[in-house]
């Protein structure tokens, strides 16, 4: 099949997928989601983002079907969604077998989590 061929409706939720994790921070918080869920407030503390910038972050991926969130108190919470559509599944677990949380982010997250109790 010639990629002519190929339905641009067939393209669009992979190609979405990819434009959303083109971003190093939004990389960097899929691959920390891929730990648990997590409190906006603790992924931004490990990224070193203000808690606005991080959640302009989590709103392009959730728009792209990658995250979604639950509000619980003051914060949300978000996690990794895995029955995306069909395909999408397979390039997020490909990412997150090639990519690692760095040391800092990790150490960041860590001391975060034990600093700020979410609500």
């Not at 991926?61 to 979604?68: E, P």
């Amino acid at each position: 099949m010639s990629l002519s061929a190929v339905p641009l409706a067939g393209v669009r939720p992979a190609a979405g997928l990819l434009k959303a994790l083109a971003d190093d921070n939004r990389l960097r918080i899929v691959v920390l989601l891929a730990g648990g869920e997590l409190c906006v407030c603790h992924i931004a503390a490990a990224l070193q983002l203000t808690q606005p910038n991080a959640s302009q972050h989590l709103t392009v991926l959730r728009n792209a079907g990658v995250v979604a969130g639950e509000r619980r108190g003051s914060w949300i919470h978000y996690r990794l969604v895995w029955d995306a559509a069909p395909g999408q599944e397979r390039i997020l677990r490909a990412v997150l077998d090639s990519v690692a949380p760095t040391a800092a982010d990790r150490d960041r997250l860590q001391a975060a989590q034990g600093q700020v109790s979410c609500g």
